[in-house]
């Protein structure tokens, strides 16, 4: 159903059940597509939310990995290259479909919040190409960005549900293999748990519009290609996620995915990462999306720009 309020003072409760009914809207309609149906359906985003205007929008290729570049009208402008900042992002989609393309808006107005140019990555997707694929894909990305910045601490790393969880599993790689770490990172409803099997698949089931467990869970079966559920760069729930990077993890109430976003956040915080949970009431899954038409989804980007700005400037005078 379309939503066509943008009002900051319209009634919250409202906003977000209207925002509900549209996403439960766009879940039916991808649950009768073919995957090729699904994978056009999400880049028709490109056509129904257009871009900030002066938005320049380049294909590139990131370690030989395609993706394109954003950058903020300001920032083109001000003739910032990457070597002025680059916001890495890693887009959702269940590792099924999604695209640069899926997220121009999103990424574009992030950007613009960060005051950065944004690189997001067209990584490799099931079933055609399973774990460890999209992580090696953002794995080289990342390598080729830090060329570009010249230091880490000129990266920001930012994602949305699958692309939440595959910028964590990035972060702890990176670690692993002592690669400088981004600035800081932005998670918004990060799938961290291949086996989608915790306490809120259950109780969030039928509250939540966006995401039917059963369906996400044979996703995140064939995103592991074999591989155990609990291995750690592939759900990163897992993982030990000590020494990481300030985070902000952003997730709604009435998600699926909502214990996904808790428990990640509770582990960096017993391993000593800065990291702040947002748990935003009535939200749904990735709402940031749907900031055009939806005055919480601005507001949480606009919150999500701010941490990263601030971290990375920090960074910088560090």
């Known amino acids: ?58 294909p590139t290729e990131a370690g030989g990995v395609p993706a394109e570049w954003h950058v903020p009208a ?51 997707l099931i079933p055609e190409h399973p774990f460890p694929a999209a992580l090696d894909d953002a794995h080289a990305a990342y390598h080729w960005a830090l060329e570009q910045a010249g230091d880490a ?13 595959l910028a964590a599993a990035l972060m702890v790689r990176l670690r692993d293999e002592a690669t400088p770490l981004p600035a800081a990172a932005y998670l918004m409803s990060p799938w961290t748990d291949m086996a989608c099997d915790r306490p809120t698949s259950r109780t969030r089931r039928d509250d939540d519009p966006s995401i039917d467990p059963d369906s996400l869970r044979e996703a995140g079966r064939v ?29 709604g109430e009435r998600e699926v995915l909502l214990d996904d976003a808790r428990d990640l956040a509770s582990a ?37 720009g701010a941490f990263l700005r601030r971290h990375l400037e920090a960074a910088r005078q560090g």
């Open 1 to 58: 159903m379309p939503v066509t309020s943008s009002d900051p003072a319209a009634s919250p409760l409202l906003t977000a059940d209207i925002v509900a009914d549209y996403m439960r809207a766009r879940a039916a309609a991808r649950a009768s597509a073919t995957l090729e149906e699904m994978r056009a359906f999400a880049d028709s985003n490109a056509g129904e939310f257009p871009v900030p205007e002066g938005t320049h929008v380049e």
């Open 74 to 124: 300001d920032v083109l402008q001000a003739g910032g290259g990457p070597d002025e900042g680059i916001l890495l992002y890693l887009h959702g989609g269940a590792f099924l479909f999604g695209s640069p393309a899926s997220h121009r808006h999103l990424t574009a107005f992030l950007a613009r919040q960060c005051g950065l140019r944004c690189l997001s990555v067209d990584y490799r």
């Open 153 to 165: 601490s000129r990266i920001v790393l930012a994602g949305d549900s699958a692309g939440g969880g």
């Open 223 to 251: 995103y592991l290609g074999g591989e155990p559920a609990e291995t750690p760069l592939a759900s990163p729930v897992h993982a030990d996620v000590a020494g990481l990077p300030p985070t902000l993890i952003q997730v």
């Open 268 to 304: 960096m915080r017993r391993a000593g990462v800065a990291v702040r949970l947002d748990v935003w009431d009535r939200m749904v899954h990735v709402w940031q999306a749907l900031y055009p038409i939806f005055p919480e989804g601005e507001r949480a980007l606009v919150q999500g």
